[in-house]
Nanobody
Framework: QVQLVESGGGLVQAGGSLRLSCAAS????????MGWFRQAPGKEREFVIA????????YYADSVKGRFTISRDNAKNTVYLQMNSLKPEDTAVYYC?????????????????WGQGTQVTVSS
């Protein structure tokens, strides 16, 4: 069982930056691929970014390439989402998720554990 707790959300002006953190419980964090998804009001949850268990591979949605980066610190059981050059369309609740095993890393259904989400609001 893994529990995920996101933090770092808030209100920022367009062009600004935020850094989200996701702290995981348990001693097997280093075996999980980690992903971030987001859901805007009235829209479906969408993939944002992911990192493999080793940190050796990263995956990005086209909409965030060049602006968002993901990293992990397995010693601290934490994954980070650095968001730069934020746009109003980035406004959403951001969810951290963890998965093991096979499946497409960019799809929500392949993730077993989810955090409660943190709100990110980008004003124009």
């Amino acid at each position: 069982q893994v529990q995920l707790v996101e933090s770092g959300g808030g209100l920022v002006q367009a062009g600004g930056s935020l850094r989200l953190s996701c702290a995981a419980s348990g001693r097997t964090f280093s075996t999980y691929d980690m992903g971030w998804f987001r859901q805007a009001p009235g829209k479906e949850r969408e993939f944002v970014i992911a990192i493999s268990w080793s940190g050796g591979s990263t995956y990005y949605a086209d909409s965030v390439k060049g602006r968002f980066t993901i990293s992990r610190d397995n010693a601290k059981n934490t994954v980070y989402l650095q968001m730069n050059s934020l746009k109003p369309e980035d406004t959403a609740v951001y969810y951290c998720a963890a998965r093991v095993g096979t499946g497409i890393i960019t799809t929500a259904r392949s993730y077993r554990y989810w955090g409660q989400g943190t709100q990110v609001t980008v004003s124009s």
